[in-house]
């Protein structure tokens, strides 16, 4: 993404919990053996919620229940979320069970019961054990420490390596006005979003309608341009919450520094989706395709999904191997309008493709770039003024080991 705005810098002293008004926790309840897996997040007051879910049409309890809040009540005040069990196709067992979560957190918070939000990711198929996670939801305070906001983000992980947050500073109205992301993701993630949760939290003032609308707009060029392994999880979910403590005037399309809001919006979002690609399990390289010269944006970018999800293309440059046949081969298949003899194709900085003619190329220098741990593949189909990016990782042997024992 070209930042509009020269000082949009993301903020390393910023998290979650740094918009005005809000809290967080997580914490060790028993879900999981030893790691924490049980977290929340809490705003002072109601904020303005927005919401994307899996486009799987097998859903988890959960899922369904946050959805539900955003669609119905428009606002949420807390988002209270388990590791290690995904309650999904867990029957009305797992209906009762979200909804239990629920109420428990809404009780111990005071407030009604659909301002709370409730996310699960883990293992499928298995119930939750809830005698623990009750105790847990008893046991979790809110706080607007470091730590508290370290500890949320650690809570939410599954098989990740590593934590994912962002966040950035700008200037609406004379005020200031943060926004801060976390997201976990690492296995099960194909372009239409995945086994992921992100959260993202602002103090900007911005109506419910207009923040979905942003959103939706912005998860297509950012979640949904992501891929792993090519599946789609039941329990996949974005919230964004923005409870208007900043005290800016209310920003919609009209606002004269709109363009200031979406453009960090934006950039907190790429941020958390090449953090979930570069995490990918097992994955050694974050791989970003970039086309241009598409018929249009949307073809573009399904041209560019398409090469960044083949497994052949994801294996090859696991291996170093600068077989460009694999990313010719994937633009073929995309099933978007191609000319053969338009097609020129970079690997980093190395022109392999022109006009749809092989160019020589050093193969040992091209290897060498590939050991890189972020490679970039660019397509110019040179049809059009589409463009689009998206993001992927390299599929290795950890891969399968990870997820053939996955329950082991």
Not at 111 to 137: F, H, Q, R, Y
Not at 153 to 176: C, F, N, P, V, W
Not at 203 to 230: C, M, P, R, W, Y
Not at 306 to 312: A, E, W
């Amino acid at each position: 993404m070209t930042l509009m705005t020269e000082n949009l810098k993301r903020s390393a002293s910023l998290n979650i919990i740094s918009p005005k008004g809000f809290k967080a926790a997580g914490i060790h309840c028993g879900v999981k053996h030893k790691k924490k897996d049980l977290a929340i997040l809490v705003s002072d007051v109601p904020a303005n919620v927005a919401g994307v879910f899996t486009t799987n049409v097998i859903k988890a309890a959960p899922l369904l229940l946050s959805k539900e809040v955003v669609h119905n009540t428009g606002k949420m005040q807390a988002i209270i979320v388990n590791s290690g069990n995904a309650n999904a196709c867990t029957g009305k067992q797992g209906v009762e069970d979200a909804y239990t979560m629920q109420k428990l957190t809404a009780e111990k918070l005071g407030i009604s019961s659909n301002l709370v939000g409730v996310c699960s990711t883990g293992v499928i198929g298995e119930l939750m054990p809830m005698d623990t996670v009750k105790a847990g939801i008893a046991n979790i305070e809110a706080g607007s420490q470091l730590e508290d906001a370290l500890d949320f983000s650690q809570a939410i992980l599954t098989t990740d390596t590593a934590t994912k947050h962002t966040a950035y500073s700008i200037k609406i109205d004379g005020k200031e006005v943060i926004l801060g992301g976390v997201a976990k993701g690492s296995g099960m993630i194909k372009p239409n979003m995945a086994t992921m949760l992100a959260y993202v939290t602002t103090d900007a003032n911005i109506s419910h309608e207009t923040l979905q609308g942003l959103l939706l707009d912005t998860t297509e060029k950012t979640f949904n341009a992501i891929t792993v392994d090519g599946d789609t999880s039941t329990n996949d979910t974005v919230l964004v919450l923005a409870n208007g403590l900043a005290g800016n005037n209310e920003l919609t399309p009209a606002h004269p520094e709109w363009n200031v809001f979406t453009e960090a919006f934006n950039a907190v979002c790429e941020d958390l989706s090449k953090m979930i690609a570069k995490d990918g399990e097992g994955a050694t390289k974050l791989i970003e395709v970039t086309v241009t010269g598409g018929k249009t944006d949307l073809e573009a970018l399904q041209i560019a999904k398409t090469v960044v999800g083949s497994s052949l293309v994801k294996t090859a440059v696991f291996g170093c191997d600068a077989n460009w046949g694999r990313v010719i081969c994937a633009v073929g298949y995309s099933g978007m309008i191609v000319n053969p003899e338009t097609i020129t194709i970079q690997i980093g900085s190395t022109t392999v493709v022109e006009f749809g003619e092989p160019i020589q190329f050093s193969e040992v220098e091209l290897k060498e770039y590939l050991k890189q741990n972020e490679v970039k593949i660019a397509v110019d189909m040179g049809i059009g003024e589409g463009k689009g990016t998206a993001w992927g990782c390299d599929l290795t042997y950890d891969y399968v080991q990870i997820n053939a024992t996955y329950r082991s």
